[in-house]
């Protein structure tokens, strides 16, 4: 089975359809959030277009510590950044996927806190999750966009705003 190509294939088709949904994103709207325990319109973009490098450092390291600093959300503040964000991640996402084989895919990758262990999969099963994230969040910037009357794009068929796809 060649993975590689499959993660490839799906990274490629889940950018070409948040590009659409970030391409509309509402100025003016950054601070918008459906309710109080809900994250803002703009962290929520900023979060799901930076999960297209999360391949790049699944496949270059072994671990993620939150405690240590490793991650730093990337704080953006316009439909520009959030494109240009988009684009350079899914290149990074996309190079890394080119420059591996398939046996690369089945070391272990581990999600930790101080030290805890929160998660652990195989790095392919990492991607995966990583490529399931980018729908989840989508998905849920579908739900604010509609609250806020912005027509939605198709995803993975017409939308009531899109019905030919």
Do not use: C
């Not at 294939?9 to 709207?29: A, C, D, H, N, V």
């Not at 494109?83 to 990074?92: F, G, N, P, R, S």
């Amino acid at each position: 089975m060649d993975t590689l190509s499959q993660l490839k294939s799906e990274l490629q088709g889940e950018y070409q359809t948040t590009r659409k949904f970030i391409e509309l994103f509402p100025e003016g709207k950054n601070d918008y959030a459906p309710h109080e325990k809900s994250m803002k319109m703009m962290p929520l973009a900023t979060h799901l277009v930076e999960v297209f490098e999360w391949p790049n450092t699944i496949l270059n390291t072994s671990e993620l510590d939150f405690a240590k600093g490793e991650y730093k959300p990337s704080v953006l503040s316009t439909r520009e950044d959030l494109l240009k964000k988009l684009d350079d991640d899914y290149e990074a996402g996309k190079k890394a996927l080119e420059n591996v084989q398939e046996d690369d895919l089945n070391p272990s990758w581990t999600i930790k806190n101080d030290g805890h262990e929160l998660a652990s999969w195989s790095k392919y099963g990492a991607i995966r999750h990583a490529l399931n994230q980018i729908t989840h969040h989508r998905a849920q910037l579908g739900v604010y966009y509609r609250l806020n009357n912005i027509p939605l794009p198709g995803s993975y068929g017409p939308s009531a705003d899109n019905p030919s796809f």
